[in-house]
């Protein structure tokens, strides 16, 4: 069996990685972009976004990622719909697996992202759905004047409990025993909420209920129950972890890629951009990531052909 | 006739990936599986969701029985649950 080599091989098809694409297809590299779920990644989505410039009315997450969509079509990034199993670096090429078959390319780029994160907490998965959520923007209408608890210390866990404070009737805001992110934005916002209570030093231990939540479990110094109807996971982490552990790809303390200046990460060929490096969880910076890193294996694939 | 129901939101990033899917995998079925899309942003639409305890989206059912919650889910499983609906 011969296996094509591709110049690129893109892993994950949000902004970043589809940016990535833009630039090594336009110029000529055989690029193949291998994404999951959906293209667009998590800024695919009906949420207005402002702040991309260039678009000075807003656009939706949607319009906007099928725009990137269309463009990375144009110059003929190939795409393939797979789960990406593991990753093998043999110095002058990469070795791709998906669930499907075995793909080779001189370049990998890492463009996963970052997901939510399940804790495996007591209750967790029977109350899936139950009143055990991951998303605020989709789920938080069903808790209208309830009683909710958001678990998580990041940005998106703040951004969701005052979501949810202009619906539901209270909510308890748990960071966890560590505490909020340090310099975690709009974390002063929360005490401009009555409704919001934040409740720090412990850690949410279990979940329990009949049918649907009636409570959580919290444990530190203390014991505390809390009446709840509704609990946020909103814990995230990098996509793909072990992926790039097994790789041998070096992460820091919460699982981000270590990358340079040039995106390219500790080892050579393969690069990373967008939530996977942590670089800010904005589309214009991902985009950005791709970009740069994009630039830095045009330079890299002609070094090699010559 | 098998009848899947999608309880979804339009303002969900997670729905229209669920949506797509199953109307991809009922048009396979022509006229034996009928598909419903419920929008929980409707007044109606949330009643009838928090009728069935709904309180996540997208929510997925076939023949009356819950049988996902959120996406993405596999294809194979909703071919297994609409097979099975099938009787076959």
């Excluded at chain 1, 560590?178 to 934040?198: A, C, F, Q, R, T």
């Excluded at chain 1, 200046?261 to 969880?281: E, L, P």
């Excluded at chain 2, 029985?65 to 297994?80: A, H, N, S």
């Amino acid at each position: 069996m011969v296996m094509e080599i591709h110049d690129v091989i893109i892993l994950g098809g949000g902004p970043a990685g589809l940016t990535a694409g833009i630039y090594t297809a336009r110029h000529g590299l055989r690029t193949l972009l291998i994404e999951r779920q959906q293209l667009g990644g998590r800024a695919w989505g009906p949420h207005w976004i402002e702040n991309f410039p260039g678009f000075p009315e807003g656009i939706t997450g949607s319009d906007l990622m099928d725009r990137f969509i269309a463009q990375t079509r144009k110059f003929g990034v190939e795409f393939k719909e797979e789960t990406v199993v593991g990753l093998k670096d043999l110095g002058g090429t990469k070795i791709v697996t998906t669930r499907g078959g075995f793909y080779q390319a001189r370049v990998v780029v890492i463009t996963t992202g970052r997901q939510r994160q399940k804790l495996s907490i007591p209750g967790e998965e029977d109350f899936k759905g139950r009143g055990v959520c991951y998303c605020a923007i989709c789920d938080g209408p069903f808790f209208k004047d309830q009683v909710v608890a958001v678990i998580g210390s990041g940005k998106d866990a703040i951004e969701d409990a005052i979501r949810l404070a202009e619906i539901a009737s209270k909510v308890y805001a748990i960071p966890g025993s560590k505490g909020y992110k340090e310099g975690v934005e709009d974390l002063e916002k929360l005490s401009e909420y009555e409704n919001i209570e934040v409740i720090e030093g412990l850690d949410i231990e279990s979940i329990e209920g009949n049918d649907l939540v009636t409570n959580i479990n919290l444990k530190g110094e203390t014991l505390r129950s809390l009446d709840v109807s509704g609990v946020f996971m909103v814990l995230d982490t990098v996509s793909t972890a072990d992926l790039m552990k097994d790789a041998g790809i070096e992460t820091d303390e919460v699982g981000c890629i270590k990358v340079d200046r040039h995106q390219m990460t500790n080892i050579k060929g393969i690069y990373a951009a967008g939530d996977s490096v942590c670089s800010g969880t904005q589309i214009v910076t991902a985009a950005g990531d791709g970009g740069r890193a994009a630039l830095a294996i045009l330079r890299y694939v002609r070094s090699l052909k010559r | 006739m098998v009848k899947i129901e999608v309880y979804y939101s339009p303002i969900c990033p997670h729905c229209a990936g669920a949506k797509k899917l199953v109307s991809q995998v009922a048009s396979r079925y022509g006229g034996e599986v009928e598909v419903e899309e419920i929008d929980t942003f409707t007044m109606d639409g949330m009643k009838r969701g928090m009728a069935n305890n709904i309180m996540a989206v997208p929510t997925v059912f076939v023949d009356g029985e819950r049988k996902f919650i959120g996406f993405p889910f596999k294809e194979e499983d909703l071919l297994e649950s609409i097979e099975k609906a099938l009787g076959r």
